[in-house]
Nanobody, 126 residues
């Protein structure tokens, strides 16, 4: 079992920044690919960013490229999402997820991830 706990959400004005953290239980965190997804009210969960277990490769949704940065610290069992130049349309519940198989390309779809955190709310005011 893998438990994921997110933190760092909150209310921020447009143009501001937030850094989300996701801490995982277990001793094999360094072998998992990790992803961030978000879900706005009335919308489906969507991919935001993902990072290879070795941190050697990252992928981003087009809507966040150049504004968000995903990183990880395997010694701390933690993955981060630095969000800059936030827009009101970034408002959503952000969840981290673990892909324990970590095979092939870095996963960008919901079904490829095995474990999920509860999520943290990010609200961007205009």
């Amino acid at each position: 079992q893998v438990q994921l706990v997110e933190s760092g959400g909150g209310l921020v004005q447009a143009g501001g920044s937030l850094r989300l953290s996701c801490t995982a239980s277990g001793r094999t965190f360094s072998s998992y690919d990790m992803g961030w997804f978000r879900q706005a009210p009335g919308k489906e969960r969507e991919f935001v960013a993902a990072i290879r277990w070795s941190a050697g490769r990252t992928r981003y949704a087009d809507s966040v490229k150049g504004r968000f940065t995903i990183s990880r610290d395997n010694a701390k069992n933690t993955v981060y999402l630095q969000m800059n130049s936030l827009k009101p349309e970034d408002t959503a519940v952000y969840s981290c997820a673990a892909d324990t198989s970590a095979m092939g390309s870095v996963a960008v779809t919901v079904r490829e991830y095995d474990y999920w955190g509860q999520g943290t709310q990010v609200t961007v005011s205009s």
